[in-house]
């Protein structure tokens, strides 16, 4: 091989190189080629072309495999938004480098700050330079954003194409001309072929991880592209470092993520409170809060992380376990809890920099937990968790390691064995392992699968008169339904069935409550205009090629504290009203048309999607006749009881109205799991449980045995609580789930009508009814 590189022209082996890590299924095969890549770069010649079948024949033999190379925790290609609008990038084999580099350039770039306006005007032009030649490369290879690839075998996979990767002078200047920046810029990113440190055998020391181009003879290639966000992350560490404000550029970064964490918290339910912890010695480095998650449990919140720029993070002052402990036993001092149980929730993270850190095991009444920062950031997103989600898991993953031990593996691994047996560490009737080997970034898949489910980029949209793009996040299963990751502001989802966006906004909201009821009508909007694709897809394209907005209107009444009965008796006939502005449609729902909602049927729902038909023709070119109009609204969406939109009258039901409800408490399966752990110890106590169970009166025995022992061990439990206070907490949880019973009445046929064909959302739908009527039949 190397041979082979020495006699062979070095332009067709850098396009080569280049070609091979634009194959998604080479994607963490990183490894061979960065060794492939150094052994090009550092011997350039101008020989003649070479046999390339004959070298891919060298390739298989001599670079087959790599012991070095593990399961990639990236997808082979992401989106990200930069000033520029959407760009494909590639992160290679860096841990959480796409989210590194987003939270980096969102705290330079978005967040309110000090830093030089010198240093940010050379990330910008860096950063842009970088992007630009990443989106013309992958443009070429066909290649779009969240791309999972490392499929298949080890061996490299081989385009039969040949295309040239190269930049020339002109190409550079023409780029930087259109961004208004300094083309000197690129120079940030060569390397010298004489660089001393290719004489270092430390892969993480290769001179192509920090500057991945190469100019041969006025040519510029790209040669480590498959690194290009972690390149980026390292060019702005640099240039903080450049410009001396690589302390405050850490501390706001870590300030962001500290933040982004307690939003992720909250969204689980926890609550932040105002508990004093013990000084903390180490501010700079550790920051901790004490959330509340259920009446008697609380969790000890602490993040890890790198002060400033340094190879290795490894805080001499800083004794973690010394910490964690100091603070657990304070809290458990506390006479207000002193019948609580505590969860410590450790999070870390150095910028993409190694990093050292290690705890010993948890107190009496506490458990642990530890995860990458950007890893519970994106499970919180993705992984639907409630309260005691964590607590649960981390209760099963305690049990189940006093009997199991594992290999030293990520927690993120671990999480998906426990989510891959249905929320528990159950492998069946057999005995328990005494050991596991978990394969090291297994876990990983978890998050992969949500970013590509998710699919988060810009889209187009209009902000005080300019365009811009509008990063976003998908959330419905039912429809390609997106909403902003950051908030507008205002509210607004967008609807991707078109070849153009359409926005669904109000700038009337408030407060949760407005939002809720404004989101039943943009949601409802959404879907039917979805459905609706098949007749006005091609008349649509047509004639908008922009972007949309529908800025949704709601009478001011449909806010306030309405019953039933005002909806109904209301004598208001009021139409829709609509007007354009542009590309901008204002659509106003009056009062009086919420009585169009009420019933089994959708026919509410079909007068307003008529009246958005309808609104379209002011659109030019549009021109639906009211035959059109009624025709498509028969097609797509006939007159049933498939409703989006679901009002109840609690006057002719009170098993409706939950106000004054608390919130349901259902059993999970890590808590079933750990039930069908301890009966069986139980049952030792009294007998012998035998292999095979032959007669009748033996199944029996076994099973009255089973439940008198359960219920001996409830009578034991309940002894712990105050019966009145149980008896009512359990009488409110009844009549919540009583309700919940009778919502999906109505709810569920609903749902099943609109989304019977979408078999995620029906196995949803049926799984959560499913789990209260376990609930119902337990209690």
């Not at 000033?83 to 309110?112: D, P």
């Not at 187009?460 to 959330?475: A, D, H, M, R, W």
């Not at 390609?480 to 502001?489: Q, W």
């Not at 609580?721 to 919940?740: P, Q, R």
């Amino acid at each position: 091989t190397y041979k082979f590189i020495r006699s062979t022209d070095s332009h067709q082996l850098l396009n080569f190189i280049i070609g091979l890590q634009m194959q998604p299924n080479n994607h963490g095969k990183n490894v061979r080629i960065e060794e492939l890549a150094t052994y090009i770069v550092t011997n350039l010649n101008s020989n003649p072309n070479g046999n390339l079948k004959l070298f891919k024949q060298h390739l298989d033999t001599e670079f087959a495999s790599n012991y070095l190379e593990d399961i990639p925790e990236n997808l082979f290609s992401e989106n990200i938004v930069f000033y520029g609008g959407n760009y494909t990038v590639f992160s290679g084999i860096y841990g959480y480098a796409i989210e590194t580099f987003k939270n980096l350039t969102e705290t330079i770039f978005t967040q309110k700050n000090n830093l030089p306006d010198k240093f940010k005007n050379h990330v910008y032009s860096g950063v842009t330079l970088i992007l630009e030649l990443g989106k013309i490369i992958s443009t070429n290879f066909k290649i779009e954003g969240n791309i999972e690839g490392a499929n298949g075998d080890t061996k490299f996979v081989y385009s039969s194409n040949q295309i040239t990767t190269s930049f020339s002078q002109s190409d550079i200047i023409r780029i930087c001309q259109e961004h208004k920046i300094d083309p000197r810029i690129i120079n940030d990113f060569i390397v010298e072929p004489n660089d001393k440190g290719f004489t270092n055998n430390n892969p993480d020391k290769n001179p192509l991880l920090k500057k991945p181009i190469i100019n041969f003879e006025d040519k510029y290639y790209f040669v480590l592209i498959s690194n290009q966000v972690a390149v980026l992350n390292e060019f702005v560490i640099r240039v903080s470092n450049q410009y001396n404000c690589n302390h405050e550029l850490t501390e706001l970064y870590h300030d962001k993520l500290w933040h982004e964490q307690w939003g992720a918290c909250d969204k689980m339910g926890w609550q932040l409170t105002d508990i004093e912890l013990p000084q903390n010695n180490t501010p700079s480095i550790l920051k901790e809060r004490v959330f509340q998650f259920e009446q008697n449990r609380l969790a000890y919140a602490c993040f890890v992380h790198n002060d400033k720029d340094q190879e290795y993070f490894s805080s001499k002052n800083l004794d973690l376990n010394k910490r964690i402990t100091e603070v657990i036993t304070e809290l458990k001092k506390n006479s207000s809890m002193k019948d609580h149980k505590f969860l410590s929730l450790i999070t870390y993270d150095c910028m993409g920099r190694n990093m050292f850190i290690g705890f010993g095991a948890p107190q009496k009444d506490e458990l642990r937990l530890s995860f990458s920062t950007h890893q519970f950031i994106l499970l919180c997103s993705s992984e639907k968790w409630h309260n005691l989600s964590l607590w649960k898991f981390a209760k099963s993953y305690d049990r189940f390691s006093q009997k199991t031990k594992t290999t030293l593996t990520d927690t993120l691994d671990i999480y998906s064995i426990y989510k891959s047996k249905d929320e528990s560490f159950y492998f069946g009737d057999e005995t328990r392992p005494d050991f596991l080997t978990v394969v090291p970034g297994d876990g990983s898949r978890l998050i992969k699968e949500a970013k590509i489910e998710k699919n988060n980029h810009g889209i187009l949209s209009q902000i005080k008169g300019q365009n811009v793009f509008i990063p976003s996040t998908k959330y419905a299963n039912y429809a390609p339904l997106y909403k902003p990751l950051n908030s507008l502001g205002y509210y607004a989802i967008c609807l991707k069935t078109f070849d153009f966006p359409i926005w669904i906004v109000n700038r009337q909201v408030k407060n949760k409550s407005m939002t809720i009821q404004v989101r039943n009508f943009a949601e409802a909007i959404g879907f039917w205009l979805h459905k609706l694709k098949p007749e006005i897809f091609d008349v649509l394209n047509r004639t908008i090629s922009n972007f949309f907005e529908i800025n949704i209107i709601l009478d001011q009444k449909l806010f306030g504290d309405t019953q039933t009965k005002d909806i109904v008796e209301s004598e208001d006939y009021d139409n829709y009203h609509f007007s354009l502005n542009e590309n901008i449609l204002e659509f106003s729902i009056p009062f009086s048309k919420m009585k169009t909602f009420t019933g089994s049927n959708n026919f509410g729902e079909r007068e307003m999607m008529k009246a958005i038909l309808n609104a379209f023709n002011l659109v030019k070119g549009i021109s639906f006749s009211e035959q059109d109009i009624a025709s498509f609204i028969n097609k797509c969406i006939p007159l049933g009881q498939a409703k989006m939109i679901l009002l109840s009258d609690s006057q002719k039901d009170p098993l409706v109205d939950n106000r004054w409800l608390v919130k349901p408490f259902y059993i999970s399966d890590s808590e079933v799991d750990i039930l069908l752990d301890e009966i069986p110890l139980l049952i030792e106590q009294k007998m012998e449980i035998p292999k095979n169970i032959d007669s009748e009166e033996d199944k029996k025995k076994l099973f009255n045995t089973a439940t008198n022992l359960l219920l001996e061990t409830l009578n034991k439990e309940i002894q712990n609580f105050e019966f009145d206070y149980l008896l009512h907490v359990l009488l409110e949880l009844h009549e919540t789930l009583v309700w919940k019973r009778e919502h999906n009445k109505t709810m569920i046929p609903a749902q099943i009508l609109c989304f019977g064909n979408l078999e995620g959302e029906l196995k949803e739908i049926l799984d959560k009814d499913n789990r209260l009527v376990k609930c119902l039949v337990l209690k």
